[in-house]
């Protein structure tokens, strides 16, 4: 079983539509967690940090479930321009100050106008 | 500009030529590490360093050598590539490596995308 899980999509949605992807997790160490968003053929981006009481930045909803390890991003009102592959990041504690940092494989967004 | 610089971006060469890939960031950070990339495979961490001298084996690091004498930058070396290792290589860098810390943003460089013949 992968360390990260997610679907890898493609989800294909019309402009406007509000979509919702999830990300599990195996590690119960596992610390911290992120979403990045990668363009094709480009290098991944930090879209937002993922906290245990959820947060919101705009359009974007991320929140954490650490009973079912499990991290969801919400994109409402979808835009042409969040046509990305979107990237769950767990970061483990290992040991001393060292962590590791896993990437999942990534969910495929295409917008349609 | 804060930003992470690989070179070269793109790479053609023979299995068993040996090759460094550079990996530059000027931001200061102390942790640094390299990724490749492959369809349906994600992002799998080759090597990583927490600090200067201090290296680490991540998931495949078979085939790849790393170094961090300074600070700043973090080669990636091939002593024998082989096939199997084209792929698109990332380097990464953050102010620390902590699991716990909010400061563990990874900055990306724009990619080595390397063949292998």
């Known amino acids: 079983r992968k360390e990260v899980e997610q679907d890898p999509g493609p989800f294909n949605v019309p402009e406007g539509a509000t979509v919702a992807f999830n990300c599990t997790y195996s590690n119960s160490a596992s610390q911290s967690f992120f979403w990045y968003r990668q363009d094709c053929r480009k290098e991944p981006k930090l879209l937002m940090s993922?906290?245990?009481s959820g947060n919101e930045d705009g359009r974007f909803t991320a929140q954490l479930n650490r009973a079912s390890q499990y991290i969801s991003l919400l994109i409402r009102d979808s835009k042409l321009s969040d046509s990305a592959t979107y990237l769950c990041v767990v970061n483990q504690a290992l040991y001393s100050s060292a962590s590791k940092i896993i990437f999942g494989s990534g969910t495929r967004l295409s917008i349609r106008p | 500009e804060a930003q992470v610089t690989q070179n070269p971006r793109y790479l053609i060469t023979v299995t068993g030529k040996k090759l460094t890939v550079t990996c530059s960031q000027n931001m200061n950070h102390e942790y640094m590490s390299w990724y490749r990339q492959d369809p349906g495979l994600g992002l799998r961490q080759i090597y990583y360093s927490m600090n200067v001298e201090v290296t680490d084996k991540g998931d495949v690091p078979e085939g790849y050598k790393v170094s961090r004498k300074e600070k700043r930058n973090f080669p990636l070396i091939l002593e024998s590539p082989s096939p199997n290792q084209t792929s698109l290589y990332f380097c990464a860098s953050s102010f620390t490596g902590t699991a716990l810390s909010s400061y563990n943003e990874q900055f990306f460089g724009p990619g080595t995308r390397l063949t292998v013949l």
């Open positions: 993922v906290y245990s």
